[in-house]
């Protein structure tokens, strides 16, 4: 038992101690340039420290703005992806297989093209938006839809693709669901995590994107920042850190909220044996 067992215990604690080394050094990599803009940012000429740059984030009213247009941009940008893709994806799982393909080679195609590129194509379409719906900036929701697309496809495909939809499908037909009850309360709960990814990864994009907001003048957060580095650097990069570190948390509680399966009550164990002959 020795000579079976010694092996595979440091093989287990060479293998833990290469997982660790690979998380450090990836933690550092990220943490470095964290702490260095926290640095930056409270730190006077003559080397002392300050926190006014955090205390006076909310004195820029545009910042303000800023930060809520993105977060408006980024709810109603999950919301118009999630209502688009999913039930045209379950219906072509279900109904139009032979459609899989071209769907899937028409949301990834935007990989290709670059944001520059899409801007300029939207353009012309903008001006068209903006006479029909106003200058709001939240008229972005339908630009920001297309850029996250080929994300949210990929994460509800694969979710789609590791359940069998079709035979949970006519399982809630039989039993008399309609369609929009089968596609809701059915199949929407068995690819929830699908459904959550794509809003993660929607909510990351919109909240980072710069290039089509600046060149279709629309002030979202990462604009107001760029611009507010130009007036004042320490505030800019304080503004900077605390938006990646208000991401990271929010990015983190989201798919948390999923509800975990309780696990099954066996009920009480078998009666003792010691009282049979």
């Known amino acids: 038992m020795v000579a079976v067992t010694g092996p595979r215990h440091r093989g287990s604690w060479g293998t833990r101690v290469w997982r660790w080394t690979v998380l450090a050094l990836i933690g550092g990599y990220l943490l470095l340039p964290l702490i260095a803009m926290a640095d930056f940012s409270t730190r006077l000429p003559d080397g002392a420290r300050t ?11 545009d910042l303000v703005s800023g930060i809520i247009t993105s977060l408006e941009l980024a709810v109603l940008s999950v919301l118009g992806v999630l209502v688009l893709l999913v039930p045209t994806m379950i219906w072509v799982h279900l109904r139009l297989p032979l459609l899989r393909r071209p769907l899937e080679v028409l949301c990834l195609l935007l990989l290709t093209i670059p944001a520059i590129v899409l ?17 709001s900036p939240l008229t972005l929701t339908f630009v920001y839809v297309v850029l996250v697309l080929p994300y949210a496809y990929r994460a509800i495909d694969a979710s789609l693709r590791s359940v069998d939809v079709k035979t949970i ?9 309609s369609w929009p009850r089968t596609i809701v309360e059915v199949l929407v709960p068995n690819i929830r995590i699908g459904i959550a990814s794509a809003a993660v990864i929607s909510i990351a994009l919109v909240l980072g994107e710069f290039t ?26 304080a503004v ?3 938006a990646l570190l208000f991401a990271f948390v929010l990015l983190v509680a989201l798919p948390t909220g999923e509800s975990r399966p309780r696990p099954p009550d066996d009920g009480p164990g078998p009666a003792p044996q010691g009282g049979i002959a």
């Open 169 to 177: 499908a006519e399982a809630a037909r039989t039993l008399g669901a």
């Open 212 to 237: 089509i907001a600046s060149l279709l003048n629309f002030e979202t957060l990462q604009v107001v920042i760029n611009l507010l580095g130009k007036r004042d650097a320490q505030v800019s990069v």
């Open 51 to 61: 926190v006014e740059p955090w205390q006076t984030i909310t004195t820029y009213p």
């Open 240 to 242: 900077s850190l605390a």
């Open 119 to 135: 801007v300029v194509g939207m353009a012309p379409i903008y001006r068209w938006v903006t006479y029909l719906f106003g200058d």
